[in-house]
């Protein structure tokens, strides 16, 4: 494996989650997310859903892809 | 860039349409401003989806497609990356940033700035961000006059001087109201071209697969190697763009404030920022840059010769047919006029609110600060020009690294502790946005020693956007060793300045309890009552309070039945104590109230609940 082409997903999506963590953090430190609130609740589901959306796509778009139509292996 | 004009006369008059159409779809809009709230706000009245469209067509400049594009032929699909690193900035602007914004009613950076720190760190930081608006204005006008130069010929300075009269005179008389609703013309514009042009390339060359085998395998990654090219590697991007950039367009770019100000509610900026960052803007990540793509599979089936800074403009050319192609001008125009619009509307609003306001004339009347504010709407525009010169010397991709990566860092640095950490100190925020300056200045003069160590082995090529990272870590540095020797204010005097604290700054905005039980939407008939005068209150009945789980006192906001006004014609109001009526459907409102929000009497509305 191309380690080149791993660091950047683990950098990317280590301080990504780190900055993540952060913001819910302090939406949690005083109540303002409520996850007694349905909507609330929602929003923390698609923070977390996001987050795991853009780490499949670019896992496809540095795993799989180049390996369309041309094939090989990473 | 080709020395020749390309496109036909059709174009050009399908390019010259759209250009005068946006005018004065712009100019029509001036006659929802009446106030500076109006002029810099839009009135806080837009739903989601009409600020998710504008705040895509802000991000994406007209510099986007060139710049973008060129990056595409060269690396390929990662000529994305920078897109699509906005979600994890996303809880802290959504959980922490947007309600002390919105709630404290703040209308700038600096105005936070000096209430969570002292005056001494606003002037600091409004010297900075005026800096970056208007270079950002320069970068925007130097695109689209090397645009227009290869399109037609035209000096590059003709070209720019064009286009900033046109968006500067619309500002000018609509503000934001025209800003937000030309946006959404020229988003949709923009992504319709742009995915129109991608389309187009799948059909000619036979399928997706034939146009992916066209590409380079190293074409075909999302992100570039971790540390090579020096130009375009992906710790060089992620630092510059990914943290810099990205952080200061949601943290401290006063137009991206003024969009999330015009919201109608914060709960409508939640789904605002989801259509934006999931849906929009990795549609526009692909319409910027599928042009350096779609020209490189071209030039490898031997059908276009192409430079990579010509590759959107050559790939058009030659998929689109007569006319069509002028659309995809029109794009173009779009990308520039709509991102050039709100930075002069930025600066306009900083000027008035930190520096006129506070300093020069307090205690004015409001129609002397919009007449100020519409001045310094032309002025922001002449400063943009008066830099497109300077911005000459550098390819757009590199003066646009350059810039961010210099500006952006100590301001970003000093909101993101100043909103998340409660002991970051006033000392220490004025020493993070001033030290870092110099620091960063001095990086200028001794690149190999400040910014060689965070270089990752790339040498001088990368130190544009390693710049970036050398600056956060200056900045955040200065801050924190200086807030472990200084006296935090007072806890009292940062409530709902700071996380742990939103829900002060909610009570503070509303005057009373938030109400936070779900409730649905009513429609009701408006009833003109005099008696409700100056108070902002309507009278609703005791049902329909009931069924949107609301109390008198509550927060209410009434709209326009149509949805796709998108709140153009609405109007926040309190709710008053029900009165006993026959009639069980009727929002009794004031002449006044009904006329901000454009309504008539016994006109049907949707009444809903905010807190």
Not at chain 1, 47 to 74: D, K, Q, R
Not at chain 2, 8 to 17: I, Q, R
Not at chain 2, 439 to 448: A, E, R, Y
Request: glycine residues 10%; positive net charge.
């Amino acid at each position: 494996m191309d380690m080149l082409r791993v660091w950047p997903i683990v950098c990317e999506f280590g301080i990504g989650a780190i900055l993540c963590i952060v913001g819910i953090w302090c939406g949690l430190r005083g109540g303002y997310l409520n996850l007694k609130n349905a909507e609330d609740r929602r929003l923390l589901l698609i923070l977390v859903g996001g987050y795991f959306f853009m780490l499949g796509i670019m896992c496809i778009f540095t795993f799989l892809s180049p390996n369309w139509a041309n094939g090989g292996t990473l | 860039m080709i020395a020749q004009a390309i496109g036909g006369n059709l174009d050009y008059a399908v390019m010259l349409g759209y250009f005068v159409a946006v005018l004065g779809f712009g100019l029509y809009f001036g006659r929802y401003t009446r106030t500076t709230k109006d002029f810099f706000f839009g009135g806080q009245r837009f739903s989601w989806w009409l600020i998710a469209f504008s705040c895509v067509a802000t991000v994406v400049g007209s510099y986007s497609f060139i710049k973008y594009s060129a990056a595409g032929f060269r690396y390929g699909i990662s000529s994305t990356q920078s897109y699509l690193n906005d979600w994890f900035w996303m809880p802290i602007l959504v959980l922490v940033w947007l309600p002390i914004v919105y709630y404290n009613k703040i209308t700038s950076v600096p105005e936070y700035l000096e209430s969570r720190f002292d005056r001494k760190t606003r002037i600091a930081a409004t010297v900075i961000i005026l800096f970056y608006i208007v270079g950002y204005i320069g970068i925007n006008l130097i695109t689209l006059g090397r645009t227009l130069h290869t399109l037609l010929g035209w000096q590059v300075m003709t070209g720019a001087i064009v286009t900033a009269v046109a968006v500067a005179l619309y500002v000018y008389i609509g503000g934001q109201t025209a800003v937000i609703m030309t946006d959404l013309v020229q988003g949709i514009i923009l992504l319709v071209a742009g995915m129109g042009l991608f389309a187009a390339a799948i059909y000619h060359f036979g399928g997706f697969g034939d146009f992916w085998a066209l590409l380079p395998r190293a074409h075909k990654y999302a992100f570039s190697e971790f540390n090579a090219p020096p130009k375009f590697s992906f710790i060089g991007i992620y630092v510059q763009d990914g943290l810099a950039n990205t952080g200061a367009l949601m943290l401290m770019h006063q137009g991206f404030i003024m969009r999330f100000l015009s919201l109608k509610s914060v709960k409508d900026s939640r789904r605002m920022v989801v259509c934006w960052i999931l849906v929009l803007a990795p549609l526009a990540a692909i319409a910027t840059s599928c042009g350096g793509w779609i020209a490189k599979a071209l030039v490898k089936n031997g059908e276009l010769v192409t430079e990579p800074g010509d590759s959107f403009v050559k790939a058009a050319h030659f998929l689109c047919a007569p006319g069509v192609f002028g659309f995809v001008l029109a794009a173009l125009t779009a990308a520039l006029m709509s991102t050039a619009d709100s930075l002069i509307n930025a600066v306009s609003a900083i000027f008035v609110n930190d520096i006129w306001r506070p300093y020069i004339k307090p205690n004015s009347d409001d129609k002397h600060y919009l007449r100020v504010a519409r001045i310094t709407s032309l002025a922001a525009a002449a400063l943009g020009l008066a830099l497109v010169p300077i911005f000459m010397k550098d390819t757009i991709y590199g003066a646009h690294s350059m810039f961010t990566a210099a500006v952006t860092p100590p301001v970003l640095v000093a909101i993101l502790f100043g909103i998340t950490w409660k002991r970051y100190t006033p000392a220490a925020a004025f020493v993070t946005i001033v030290g870092g300056a110099i620091l960063i200045g001095l990086s200028f003069v001794w690149p190999d020693v400040l910014v060689g160590p965070f270089d990752f082995g790339m040498g001088p090529d990368s130190y544009k956007f390693m710049r970036a990272l050398f600056g956060l870590l200056a900045a955040g540095t200065l801050g924190v060793s200086v807030t472990w020797f200084t006296k935090p204010k007072a806890a009292e005097k940062i409530k709902g300045l700071v996380a742990g604290t939103q829900l002060d700054a909610m009570r503070r905005f509303k005057g009373g309890t938030p109400n936070r039980r779900p409730g649905e939407k009513v429609r009701l008939i408006t009833r003109f009552d005099p008696k409700l005068a100056g108070q902002n209150v309507v009278i609703v009945p005791q049902s329909a309070l009931d069924k949107m789980a609301a109390d008198p006192g509550d927060l209410l906001y009434a709209s326009h039945i149509r949805w796709w006004y998108g709140g153009l014609r609405s109007v926040h109001v309190k709710a008053g104590t029900p009165i006993e009526s026959k009639d069980e459907n009727i929002v009794r409102i004031s002449p006044e109230d009904a006329a901000s929000a454009h309504f008539t009497e016994g006109q049907q509305v949707v009444v809903e609940k905010i807190m």
